[in-house]
Each structure stands twice: as structure tokens, then as C-alpha cells.
């Protein structure tokens, strides 16, 4: 058996919720020791804090999704504030940059997340970060804020930008996208990321790998990491010690 880290998760969705006790049960079965479990607005923080009270092997982070920034976050942004104050075990995130065609509130993305990277600076906090379609000035807005340490889940930056973003602080986590053979920016990024900024992730409970039910779930992570072990040519016992070894918390 080995030791497996799923740096990126959604426990409280309504989608993995219900069938929590058996969901980490299967998780303990497949040997994930750690399951990173990253809120995405006000309505799901408490159920993120629910899941971490009962199981300890469940790390909480908190934060406003990107797709969930509205005109006035800076309310929502300050109920988030006083709960990371209280809850100080906790991370920040997920929070980010979604420059999708389909949102139109960039602006206020931008400033909403550089409030979470601010709010990490001071509080010593790690922070889970979305990015899509905006890998530019996403780079702009991290170099205002170097110190906080950041997951870039589900990363998708090209290989280029690696070197920079270590500088910043950055960690890189990959999830069941890395096994498409048609993902070759992704693949690459696998292949090319620092061995001590290399983490892996199953953002359940969306992207079920092939051949797995959906929702996904922790306990399919194994999949993700025989993918990546692959492109890096070494054993999954490697990835899973070297993953786990990155923990941030």
C-alpha cells in the first residue's frame, strides 16, 4: 500500500456530500492519508469545516471561486475573513482568475483575488488557485504577492512559465486531465515541474478519470499518479513519495 496526497478536492459538493463516511472509507482504502478539501463560496464553507471536524485526514481551505465573485464580494469576502481568523488550521481558496468568454466581471475577479493572496500574506495561510484563460495577468497580480505558498490546482500553464511561477511560491497540481494524450500542454507541464513542486489532485467531484463512475472521488487519485509517474519515467511509488512529501500543511 502506498501513500497518496489529493491536493485538491470538493467533499462538501452536494454531488459527495450524502455519502461522505463511505466516500473516505474508499479513500482509506486506496490509501489517501491526505485529502486537500477547498471551499468555493459562503453557501459551503461550514460543510467544508463539517468535513474536516470529522475527519482529521481532511485539510479545510475556504475562499470565493472565481465563478462566484459578484458586485459585492467585498461582504461575502469579509464573513471569509472572520472565519479563517477563527478557524486557524485553515487554508485560503479556492480563489483565482476565470477569463472564460462566459464571465464578464473580470475587474472584479482581479481584485477579489488579490484581497485572498493579501489576506494570506498576513495570516501566514497556503491558497488554492484557479486559473483559466488568464495566465497573464495572473502572473502579474502573484508578483505583487511572493511570500504566501500557492497550489496552482488543476494547472494548465505552458511549461515556460514554470520557472517564474517556482519563484513566486508556486506548487503545481495536476489532476485526471494529465491523462488525456490530447492534453500535451498539461503533459508536458507534468513532465517538466521541480520534483519538490509536484503535487497531484482529483478536483472531485468533477473530471472522473477513464473508466471511473462519475462523481469522481479521492480514491480514484491512484490513476492520476500512475499518469504523471509515466511522463516523468519513474515508479508510482516515486510520484506518491515525492507528492506526499509536498504537503504544505
Excluded at 464580494?73 to 472572520?82: M, N, P, S
Aim: aromatic share 8%; charged share 25%.
Amino acid at each position: 500500500m502506498i501513500s497518496l496526497f489529493d491536493a485538491h478536492c470538493h467533499l462538501q459538493d452536494d454531488a459527495l456530500f450524502p455519502d461522505l463516511g463511505k466516500i473516505i472509507e474508499r479513500a482509506d482504502a486506496a490509501g489517501i492519508e491526505r485529502m486537500v478539501c477547498c471551499g468555493t463560496n459562503s453557501n459551503d464553507w461550514k460543510k467544508v469545516f463539517q468535513c474536516a471536524g470529522k475527519y482529521p485526514q481532511v485539510y479545510p481551505m475556504i475562499g470565493i471561486h472565481p465563478w462566484f465573485v459578484s458586485n459585492d464580494w467585498k461582504k461575502e469576502f469579509q464573513g471569509l475573513e472572520k472565519m479563517l481568523r477563527d478557524f486557524p488550521t485553515s487554508g485560503v481558496g479556492e480563489c483565482g482568475l476565470d477569463f472564460q468568454d462566459r464571465f464578464e466581471n473580470r475587474a472584479e475577479q482581479e481584485d477579489c483575488f488579490a484581497a485572498h493572496l493579501e489576506l494570506a500574506t498576513i495570516l501566514g495561510r497556503p491558497v488554492a488557485v484557479h486559473c483559466v484563460q488568464a495566465w497573464g495577468r495572473m502572473l502579474e497580480i502573484l508578483r505583487g504577492f511572493p511570500k504566501p505558498k500557492k497550489i496552482l490546482h488543476a494547472f494548465g500553464g505552458a511549461v515556460e512559465l514554470i520557472p517564474e511561477l517556482t519563484r513566486l511560491n508556486c506548487w503545481f497540481s495536476f489532476c485526471g486531465s494529465v491523462i488525456n494524450p490530447n492534453a500535451k500542454r498539461v503533459r508536458a507541464a507534468a513532465a517538466a515541474v521541480p520534483d519538490e513542486r509536484l503535487l497531484v489532485e482529483t478536483d472531485s467531484p468533477d473530471f472522473p478519470p477513464a473508466g471511473c463512475p462519475a462523481p469522481n472521488e479521492p480514491a480514484n487519485l491512484i490513476h492520476v499518479v500512475r499518469a504523471v509517474a509515466e511522463l516523468r519515467d519513474v515508479s508510482v511509488e516515486r510520484i506518491a513519495s515525492l507528492t506526499g512529501s509536498n504537503i504544505l500543511f
